[in-house]
């Protein structure tokens, strides 16, 4: 049975959608059967994989007319990474969802229909605490918070938290928070140092070790509808997701990689 991880923070730009899209296709790479779900109806996920955000079934469809999700997921070029892609009609669920029975537990009960063909799904969630998100929350197993390492990372994080620990108390008991990355790290900027270890040491064990650095790289390839891996094997963001994805499964223990094999280093940088 797939883990279910929700990529959630209430903080627009701080890297959700570039992390869901580039982490599922390094597990994918890895071998790990992963499923993207775009739960944002911005739908960058969707399009960030290289499908039209207009596609006939969607996300949309298995919240509020109940469709099996196995209709609406669509194959990437990278054979182990699948897409439940998203649509501007998300905006508008939520007000349908809300006299549904049982609406905190949609996703949860779309999620049970196909648990059991992925090793990973994650899930994309919107910058916002709304219905969508905490549908997201209650059908994960645990939360993955994104931190952009900028002057305002810890603005909201609070309030975000708090969401975690009402939905802990009232709708999901062993929801678990996987650990906060930390995004958009620019080496050259003291501020980024001063974040990384202010979140460090507010949070510590939860922060996963490795840092996801500003790469242009990134950006290009969602423009070319690829995740990283696919655009540039080489780049310095494809090795930080890589990492990233070795790091998420040691911590998993669904690896056996050693200690002295856990980073891949970067000669030079790019």
């Known amino acids: 049975m797939g883990k279910v991880i929700a990529i959630a923070n209430q903080k627009g730009g701080v890297g959700k959608t570039t992390t869901a899209i580039n982490l599922g296709g390094c597990l994918g790479v890895l071998e790990y ?3 993207i779900i775009d739960a944002d109806p911005q739908a960058n996920s969707t399009s960030g994989t290289g499908f039209d955000p207009k596609a006939v079934r969607n996300i949309y469809d298995c919240l509020v007319n109940e469709l099996d999700p196995r209709q609406a997921i669509l194959k990437t070029k990278n054979p182990n990474l699948d897409l439940l892609p998203s649509h501007i009609d998300l905006v508008g669920a939520e007000l349908e969802m ?3 029975p049982n609406r905190e537990y949609l996703l949860e009960r779309a999620i049970e229909k196909i648990k059991d063909d992925y090793d990973f799904i994650l899930i994309d969630c919107s910058p916002s605490l709304g219905l969508i998100t905490i549908n997201a929350l209650v059908a994960a197993d645990s939360v993955m918070i994104p931190v952009q390492c900028e002057y305002f990372a810890l603005e909201g ?3 975000l938290l708090n969401t975690i620990k009402i939905v802990q108390a009232r709708l999901k008991p062993n929801l678990e928070i996987e650990g906060m990355v930390l995004t958009m790290y620019d080496t050259r900027l003291r501020l980024a140092n001063q974040v990384v270890d202010e979140v460090k040491t507010h949070f510590q064990e939860l922060v996963f070790d490795t840092i996801i650095h500003r790469n242009t790289t990134l950006t ?4 070319h ?3 990283v891996i696919m655009h540039d094997a080489g780049s310095r963001g494809t ?3 890589l990492n990233f994805a070795r790091e998420l499964l040691q911590k998993n223990n669904l690896t056996k990689i050693g200690n002295e094999e856990k980073i891949i280093k970067i000669d030079n940088e790019q």
């Open 157 to 159: 994080l609070s309030k």
């Open 98 to 100: 809300i006299n549904l």
């Open 220 to 223: 290009e390839a969602s423009s």
């Open 33 to 35: 059967k992963t499923l």
């Open 225 to 227: 509808g690829a995740t």
């Open 239 to 241: 090795i930080n997701y």
